[in-house]
Nanobody, 130 residues
Framework: QVQPVECGGGLAQAGGFLRLSCTASGRTFNSYSMGWFRQAPGKLREFVAALNWRGNKTYYADSVKGRFTISRAKAENTVHLQMNSLEPEDTAVYYC???????????????????????WGQGTQVTVSS
């Protein structure tokens, strides 16, 4: 089992910034991806950003490109999401997701695929005021 734990949510003004972090504890994988999804009230959960297991490929939703940056800490089980130029439309609960595989060197696309080894955090609230 893997337990992702998020921290860093809160309240920001439009144009401001917040930084989220996610640390995953538990089992390890031969390949994995860590990333973020979000869900606003009355809307479906949507992909935000993800990082591959090597830490050399990142993926972003069009709505956050150029404003959000996902990165990995020196501890490979921790990722950060730096959110700049925040907009009221960014208001949502942000969820950390960890997807793993026993297949080595697998490029996991959590924005596209369905995976068996799939773990979600509890979520952290981000509220952006106008």
């Amino acid at each position: 089992q893997v337990q992702p734990v998020e921290c860093g949510g809160g309240l920001a003004q439009a144009g401001g910034f917040l930084r989220l972090s996610c640390t995953a504890s538990g089992r390890t994988f031969n390949s994995y991806s860590m990333g973020w999804f979000r869900q606003a009230p009355g809307k479906l959960r949507e992909f935000v950003a993800a990082l591959n297991w090597r830490g050399n490929k990142t993926y972003y939703a069009d709505s956050v490109k150029g404003r959000f940056t996902i990165s990995r800490a020196k501890a490979e089980n921790t990722v950060h999401l730096q959110m700049n130029s925040l907009e009221p439309e960014d208001t949502a609960v942000y969820y950390c997701r960890v997807v793993g595989s026993e297949v080595p060197h697998l490029e996991i696309r959590m924005d596209k695929g369905v995976y068996d080894l799939d773990y979600w955090g509890q979520g952290t609230q981000v509220t952006v005021s106008s």
